[in-house]
Every structure is written in structure tokens, then in C-alpha cells.
């Protein structure tokens, strides 16, 4: 319901761009003093002066994943902890699942791989999902045991090939500092504040763990969990 919610106001804000963009840049502009995100796209759009122009449909594309790279893989990450800290009270103190299980990337000019040929223009995806499984680099990759990074000399910034939950090289993801700060800061609230236990009659086994096929890999079952405050010493 959100990510639909998501989608009707990205569609909302298309129709008004398109209705009257030099209107809000003006706007912003002359009453605020200072330019936003989209101020910022429109005045380079009308300059021209970009190595490679861009257009509505550019600025659309670039908000529509802001919206979404902000919110769905956040919300996908904390709901996938949750799940597995609860199957996994073990670690309940301690990621298996990657919120964007491929990474799209468009070459621009002609490569070849290992003799295969990518042509200029084309739609590469990347499984980092399989990447971050290979078993000839993790023991037990489908195994949740955050422990396993304790004594792995890895960095999380794009850096190693068998890890990179946030992309690598050039196009490593802008917001990962956002990322982590939107995952990490609500789940340590959580498991601070509550005392997390399944419904009566529930067991851990029964999760569902089935994930939704899209850009997000987030859960098709909405997770139903009792919350229970800890005593104030």
C-alpha cells in the first residue's frame, strides 16, 4: 500500500511538473531564496550547457529513484532483520538479504566480456544476490550468522567484489550514508525499546521467507510480531 501510495504521488508531481515547471522554479526561487533538488535540474535543463543534456524524462527517472532507493530498500532491510532476528534468537543481540538483489546498469559504449559482446545502449544487470552467495567465498551463504564479518577484513564501500551491498566503483549508491543511517537508526530503537516475540501459536519455521520479484526484494507476507516495552530501571 505505501510503494502504491509512492507511485501515485510520483505520478502526481509529473503532472505538475509538466503543467507548469517554469512557474515552480520561479517560485522557488523569488520566495525562498535557495533552490531544491528539482530548481537545481530544471535551471541546468533550460542552461544547456551539460556535456549530455537532460530532459523531463531525466529529472523523473532521478526523482523516481531518490523516492524509491530512499525508502523501499530501507523499509525491506529492517523488515528482513526483523524476521531473521526471530527466527535466529541467537543473534537477536546481530543480513542475509540484500534489498535490491540487482543492480541496472546501461553501457554506453561497445564491450566484450569473456567473449561475449555488450552492445552500446544495452540494460546490464548485475546479481549481486548470487555474488554475495558464491560458496567458493562464504561458508554457508544462505546461513544468517552476522558474526562470520567479526574477523573478515571487508569494507562495506565498494571495495571487495564478494560484498558490496551498496554497489561499487563510479556508480556506487550517492546514498549510502542515508542508507545506513535510515536502517541502522530505527532497528537499534526497536531492539533497544522492545522485547520482540512471535504470536501465540507461531513458530519460528512458519515464516514465510518468500520475497516479492521487482527492484526490491521485499517480503510478499507482512510481518506480524508482538512488542513488548522494557521496564524503565
Given at each position: 500500500m505505501c510503494?502504491r501510495s ?17 512557474y ?22 533550460e ?14 527517472a ?7 532507493a530512499?525508502?523501499d ?14 527466527r535466529?534468537?541467537?543473534?537477536m543481540?546481530k543480513?542475509?538479504h ?7 546498469r546501461?553501457?554506453i ?8 559482446t555488450i ?5 546490464v544487470?548485475?546479481n549481486?544476490w ?10 554457508d551463504p544462505?546461513?544468517?550468522?552476522p558474526?562470520?564479518f ?7 564501500l565498494g571495495s571487495?567484489?564478494k560484498?558490496?551491498?551498496f554497489?561499487i566503483g563510479?556508480?556506487?549508491c550517492p ?5 545506513l ?5 530505527p532497528?537499534?530503537?526497536?531492539l ?16 514465510d ?17 508482538v512488542?513488548t516495552?522494557?521496564?524503565?530501571l
Open positions: 510503494y509512492l507511485i501515485d504521488t510520483y505520478v502526481d508531481f509529473e503532472n505538475e511538473l509538466e503543467k507548469d515547471e517554469s515552480r522554479f520561479q517560485y522557488a526561487i523569488q520566495d525562498f531564496g535557495s533552490e531544491d533538488l528539482v530548481d537545481v535540474f530544471l535551471r541546468a535543463k542552461e544547456g550547457q551539460l556535456q549530455y543534456p537532460i530532459d523531463d524524462n531525466n529529472i523523473k532521478v526523482l523516481f529513484d531518490m523516492f524509491t530512499g525508502t530498500t530501507s523499509t525491506s532491510t529492517v523488515d528482513w532483520t526483523l524476521v531473521e532476528l526471530l535466529h534468537p541467537r543473534v543481540a543480513r542475509l540484500p534489498p535490491a538483489p540487482m543492480l541496472p546501461a553501457c559504449d561497445e564491450h566484450v566480456i569473456d567473449g561475449y552492445p552500446a545502449g544495452s540494460m544487470m548485475v549481486i548470487a555474488m554475495q552467495r558464491d560458496p567458493r567465498y562464504w561458508k544462505e546461513t544468517f550468522e558474526e562470520r567479526e574477523n573478515e577484513e571487508l569494507s562495506f571487495d567484489f560484498y558490496m551491498p554497489g563510479r556508480r556506487i546514498g549510502t550514508t542515508f542508507g543511517a535510515a536502517v541502522e537508526s532497528l537499534s530503537q526497536l533497544y525499546h522492545f522485547d520482540w516475540k512471535l504470536p501465540e501459536g507461531v513458530k519460528a519455521e512458519d515464516f521467507m518468500i520475497e516479492n520479484i521487482g527492484n526490491t526484494a521485499s517480503r510478499i507476507q507482512n510481518l506480524h510480531v512488542a516495552p522494557y521496564e524503565k
